[in-house]
């Protein structure tokens, strides 16, 4: 492939804060076609403290306008600085209020799609936000007619043609892993930590799992939560676990730097996800290549990225019941989470950042190739 000049749109750059699986995504595929010798730039919102201009691992990132209004402000920074530049190909990375990209710039898109909220966004916004994001979702299939789609699972593409994009112009690519960050190492673990990764947000439904807390204590007495990540909810969640009387067993460790996440990932029996919703789950493979099992709601992008049997357990979201129980299996039977381990280290092998984004260029000229 030639080089290229490639253009992003996100919401959040990876040194955002507030970055999570969308972000590390996008970056890992722009990184890996900067060192294949292509010229990137990613356009996205700025945050606290931070320059607008920088360079992270040779892609080139503009900060502009604020996490409020980014689809607007990302837009007319393309029309004010962007527009006359050559660019080969636009990806745009749809995982929160589309940019409706099509409409204003001048080289072909590829939209990237971690997963859409859909009727999800009522549980986490009031209702004239929540609507003014359902709403803009609605219209995409219109406004990405003539776009090619790449959907980070099969749940994504189900629910992105479900919504009237047609099928054959969605293709898939799982996200990858970094194998020499998340890996087993044999260490000894404690059989009573139960772990949770991710953001703090009431559609994340992290209330499930303390909830389910409270019934894994009866069995195991002596049971940890460790809860990483932060976010608006957490105060609230910290004030559910005081009521259950889960105030010396559910612990909230807000962020943490990578080498610690995986430091507990190596130590966790099990990693817990009761989302109802998700792209894939990028969080569900890097505990399963440290060797761990995660019990999970059997919702979109998780029965994607679980192997319900031989990673760990899906249950059925929302019934609390359930996902005690299977945290309970893990915790008590060193038989089974010893076979899940081994299941888990196989099935994160399959991953990689480097297979992810060679896939992904593929794709990038098909549709340089058909413009």
């Known amino acids: ?21 969308a972000e590390i995504h996008l970056h890992e595929i722009l990184r890996w076609l900067v060192g294949q010798g292509h010229s990137t730039t990613l356009l996205s919102s700025s945050f606290s403290g931070c ?12 900060r502009r306008g604020k996490w409020f209004n980014a689809n607007f402000a990302l837009a007319f920074a393309y029309l004010r600085e962007l527009r006359h530049d050559d660019f080969d190909i636009v990806l745009e990375d749809i995982n929160k209020i589309p940019f409706y990209t099509p409409c204003f710039v001048r080289a072909p898109v590829l939209a990237i799609v971690p997963h859409l909220f859909g009727t999800t966004v009522f549980q986490e916004a009031s209702f004239p936000f929540a609507m003014y994001v359902y709403s803009y979702e609605l219209v995409i299939p219109l406004v990405y007619r003539n776009v090619r789609f790449m959907a980070i699972s099969e749940s994504t593409k189900r629910d992105l043609a479900k919504r009237g994009v047609k099928p054959e112009k969605i293709g898939v690519i799982e996200c990858g892993l970094d194998h020499s960050l998340y890996k087993e190492t044999g260490t000894p673990r404690d059989p009573k930590l139960v772990l949770y990764l991710g953001r703090l947000r009431k559609y994340k439904c992290v209330h499930l799992l303390i909830r389910a807390m409270a019934k894994v204590r009866e069995s195991v007495p002596d049971v940890r939560l460790v809860i990483v990540g932060d976010g ?60 761990v099992p995660v019990v999970a709601s059997r919702s979109p992008g998780l029965v994607d990225s679980i192997r319900d049997g031989e990673t760990g357990f899906l249950v059925e979201h929302g019934n609390v019941e359930q996902l005690a129980q299977g945290l309970v299996e893990v915790l008590v039977n060193k038989e089974l989470r010893e076979r899940l381990s081994k299941g888990a280290v196989r099935w994160a092998s399959r991953f990689s950042w480097e297979g992810c984004a060679r896939r992904t260029a593929e794709l990038i000229e098909q549709v340089v190739e058909a413009s």
Do not use: Y
């Open 232 to 291: 608006p909810h957490r105060p609230q969640l910290e004030d559910l676990a005081r009521v259950l009387g889960l105030g010396g067993v559910v612990e909230f460790r807000g962020h943490v730097s990578s080498e610690e996440k995986v430091s507990l990932l190596r130590q966790a029996a099990v990693v817990a996800n009761p989302s109802p919703k998700e792209g894939w789950g990028l969080t569900v493979v890097e505990a399963n290549a440290c060797g």
């Open 1 to 21: 492939m030639k080089s290229l000049r490639v253009l992003a749109f996100n919401w959040r750059d990876i040194e955002n804060p507030d970055a999570g699986g």
């Open 51 to 62: 320059r607008p201009n920088v360079e992270i691992d040779g892609v080139r990132v503009l």
